[in-house]
């Protein structure tokens, strides 16, 4: 810590004495880096962080420095109150051009924007209140008492404080609520819905960011140059910004700062070589994504890892601790029906996935659905939990309709869920999975960070309490800073239940908890599901290990070829004779392998005697 | 499916293998040998070790120390995507096939390290015999299979190339009693018919009917060797690799 405020202090003392050394020339190199900085942050919170491919970006820039130029030249503003409507109107193109983003995605994304940017530009070099070809100039040196801006010295110094407060505002978005939301949208949009992150606007807030950041650069733009002509935001343009926010890492907002900053400076150098130079950043980019795709911003990381491989560094081996179960609430009286299927058919073009299915689950229960691979099950799953539309048929979650509730809303109201292929967000640590479903907060909650960042700090800090609480439950704390992707399925799974659990539901869906565990572990698992329903939470789960189905679940629906085609007691599904032949086959069930699995009598035995 | 139709199985030997991430060891030193015809178990708890070690026997992790010959031939410099070609086949932990393309292509692409002759439509028709449903699905794609029928792809894929020695991780994760049940009596065919196996396995009845022999790890380290008939009545392992 003491050597990171070190090196903060420096930082600053080095911008402030920076002038000083510079002549005229290379400080109006160093004002435009500033503004490719802040342009470059606003990229990588849209596509680093978020991944919302954002090929508009030179436009947001273009609505912003037009905007100052069009309103003090031909309206006759001053040059901050231009700026005060025109960092705004950057923000509404923003929204704008985000509303493709809440039906596509990747690379169609980039060329909707790519488009949008080039619509933009073709309109700039053609109307006639841009200027056409030739530009706008003659906007006025911004005023600030005391203070002559039309030195670039001094411009600098506005720069800077602009630049720095934008750089601390996006970093502080990137590590908290806000920022870890969108990072785990960008690592899969589908489980982060499931956690209750309302994907629609939070792809809106991406766009929102970048182009706010567009906007400021804009007009900080206009100010320096005081003039403005297409070239500047030409489409070769946006290809620079795009190699600054590649090279630089996009991941990393320093990582975007140093690519803008590095490469405005590179670009200077080369200035007499300009036809080599935009091949030159071409083969650098190509370089970097196939060689350090993490781009610089990665490579201290690997750095160190490659040190500590050659050193023989030896961390301690993290180990998956017992489960501590929760304290046990007041059992659920009256149980009444927490979810309903009632007769849902899933078509998939010639296939019916799902042929009049009905499910009742009654609060507080342990409910199993097993079947043969291919039956339908995880398809119910889907259905229930919002990730498919049935085709016919109502599902109903806590007495509401939900048949076309979409899964962040379901997740609001109680319903959590794991994947069977896991469904982690592989660029966020152990701890900030946790935190994602953790945090219940709504998205339009973000007003606060425009006005009360410390309100955001505190509820940060909350969180981080309660997650480690949760990690520390589920036996994880070893593993809270680790890559999720890393870790072997096993610890994997126990991650997704943790995550599942941290949004305290009401009705928890465990598709295949068990699968890769062995006998041990199958043994914890069971503690860890029967501690869950002692909370009052209900529990749905597909599986395949009998033993533990056997053993836990009180009811069992058995599904084939995507029908219902038994409900009962363990002991009474497992006698089906058509469950036998559809599921079963001629495995004997107490053979090696599975744990014996309790008659129905010993469960009332055990569950009955005090504990 | 004829085992060692590309020459004589050689004995796998692998000694002082070690894998690190970063800073920490996940597989430290260990050693084992899989003879011709030998079937291997490798057993442990999640986070032992057990897939690390296959991955660095194919060269998919890097391998921070180790030795690997098979058959007296030094494999240890040889790339993942060259393992193929000395006869040792690999269907990893959660299947992988390519879920765009069709049954058949997916099996065609088993053998691509092959000419496309007599020898590869025998063994596409091979594979056929023992996944009979892998016939009947062949212009499908792969990802509208079941996680049963994909597992059976991904080893019929393996199979395509013709290898002698045919690595499996959790080839029964996530399928059905009666699945198990199944790739069983694969595995037992195969066997049969002199393939060497290599096999990650969770479930006890799989390893314990397929392996003659089991390395129970823990920590990264080989905690005990022994046949499958001693470890499955050892009081030990059946405690806490088991859960019996």
Not at chain 1, 413 to 438: C, H, I, P, S
Not at chain 2, 120 to 130: G, K, P, S, W, Y
Request: hydrophobic share 45%; charged share 20%; glycine share 12%.
């Amino acid at each position: 810590m003491k050597s990171r405020s070190a090196a903060l202090v420096t930082l600053i003392a080095g911008a402030c004495v920076l002038p000083y050394g510079l002549g005229g020339y290379t400080i109006h190199v160093v004002d435009i880096a500033l503004i490719h900085a802040l342009l470059a942050i606003g990229l990588g919170l849209a596509m680093g962080v978020s991944g919302q491919i954002n090929l508009a970006q030179v436009a947001f820039f273009g609505v912003g420095a037009y905007g100052v130029a069009v309103l003090t030249t031909h309206y006759g503003y001053g040059f901050w109150a231009a700026a005060a409507l025109a960092v705004p109107a950057t923000v509404a193109t923003g929204l704008l051009v985000g509303v493709p983003a809440l039906r596509m995605q990747s690379h169609y994304l980039g060329i909707v924007t790519l488009g949008l940017a080039l619509g933009f530009i073709n309109w700039i070099t053609n109307a006639r209140i841009t200027g056409g070809a030739d530009g706008i100039s003659g906007i006025p040196v911004p005023t600030l008492p005391g203070v002559d801006l039309s030195s670039e010295y001094l411009y600098y110094y506005l720069e800077v404080a602009v630049f720095a407060l934008g750089l601390l505002f996006g970093l502080f978005v990137v590590h908290t609520s806000l920022g870890r939301r969108l990072r785990a949208m960008r690592d899969d949009s589908l489980a982060a819905g499931a956690m209750g992150a309302e994907i629609p606007y939070l792809r809106m807030t991406a766009f929102v960011l970048a182009s706010l950041y567009g906007g400021l650069a804009g007009v900080l733009y206009g100010g320096l140059i005081r003039y403005v002509a297409p070239e500047t935001f030409s489409i070769g343009n946006m290809f620079i910004l795009l190699a600054m926010v590649i090279i630089g890492g996009r991941r990393s907002l320093v990582g975007c700062v140093v690519g803008a900053v590095g490469l405005t400076l590179v670009r200077e150098w080369l200035s007499d070589f300009s036809t080599y130079a935009q091949l030159g950043y071409g083969v650098v980019v190509v370089l970097m994504v196939v060689f350090a795709p993490t781009g610089l911003a990665g490579i201290p990381a690997r750095v160190r890892d490659l040190y500590r491989r050659r050193a023989g560094h030896h961390e301690a081996r993290a180990e998956l601790r017992p489960f501590t179960p929760y304290p046990p609430a007041a059992p659920a009286t009256g149980q009444p029906v927490l979810l309903v299927a009632e007769s849902v058919t899933k078509q998939f073009r010639g296939l019916r996935a799902l042929d009049a299915v009905s499910l009742t689950v009654r609060a507080g229960e342990i409910r199993g659905i097993v079947g043969p691979n291919g039956s339908g099950k995880t398809t119910l799953f889907n259905v229930i939990s919002g990730f498919y539309r049935a085709t016919s048929g109502t599902v109903g979650f806590a007495g509401d309709d939900t048949t076309t509730a979409r899964p962040y809303a379901l997740s609001l109201a109680g319903m959590a869920r794991t994947f069977q292929n896991l469904r982690l967000f592989g660029q966020l640590t152990v701890r900030e999975n946790v935190l994602v479903a953790l945090d219940r907060t709504r998205t339009r909650a973000i007003w606060q960070y425009a006005v009360w960042q410390p309100g955001v700090l505190a509820r940060e800090r909350r969180l981080r309490a309660r997650a480690d609480e949760v990690l520390e439950r589920y036996g994880l704390t070893d593993f809270a800073e680790a890559d999720p992707a890393s870790l072997p399925y096993g610890i994997q799974r126990r991650i997704e239940i943790a995550r599942a659990m941290a949004a305290r539901p009401r009705l928890l869906l465990l598709d295949e908890p068990a699968a890769g565990l062995n006998g041990e572990e199958v043994r914890q698992l069971v503690r860890i599901v029967r501690s869950i329903r002692d909370t009052g939470t209900t529990v749905v789960l597909i599986e395949h290990n009998m033993g533990l189905v056997m053993s836990l679940c009180e009811r069992i629906t058995v599904l084939s070829g995507g029908r219902v085609i038994a409900e009962g007691t363990p002991d009474e599904v497992v006698a089906a004779p058509e469950v036998i032949e559809a599921y079963l086959g001629d495995s004997d069930l107490t053979e090696a392998g599975l744990p014996q699995p309790p008659t129905a009598e010993e469960v009332r035995r055990t569950e009955e005697a005090p504990s | 499916m004829k085992a060692a139709d590309t020459g004589p199985a050689g004995t796998l030997t692998v000694e002082d293998l070690s894998v690190h991430y970063g800073g920490v060891r996940a597989v430290g030193s260990i050693g084992f040998t899989v003879a011709p015809g030998e079937s291997v178990g490798i057993i442990g708890a999640n986070g032992a070790g057990k897939t690390s070690t296959l991955k660095a026997l194919m060269g998919l992790v890097p391998r921070s120390g180790g030795r690997i010959t098979l058959g007296g031939r030094d494999l240890t410099r040889v790339r993942a995507r060259d393992m193929v070609r000395h006869g040792i086949g690999y269907v990893p932990e959660g299947r992988h096939v390519f879920s765009g393309l069709s049954v058949e292509k997916n099996l065609m692409l088993g053998a691509y390290s092959r000419p496309w002759n007599d020898g590869t439509r025998r063994r596409l028709d091979e594979v056929h015999a023992l996944f009979p449903v892998l016939g009947e699905m062949r212009d499908r794609p792969a990802g509208a299979l079941s996680g049963g029928q994909q597992q059976m792809l991904a080893i019929g894929r393996a199979l395509m190339a013709g290898p002698r020695l045919l690595v499996l991780d959790e080839p029964s994760m996530g399928l059905s009693p009666k699945l198990v049940g199944s790739i069983l009596d694969v595995l037992l065919k195969l066997r049969e018919e002199g393939m060497s196996l290599l096999l990650v396995e969770q479930n006890a009845k799989l390893t314990f009917g397929v392996t003659s022999s089991c390395v129970v790890m823990e920590n990264g380290e080989v905690a005990m060797t022994g046949t499958s008939a001693e470890l499955s009545r050892d009081p030990r392992v059946r405690e806490v690799y088991l859960g019996l």
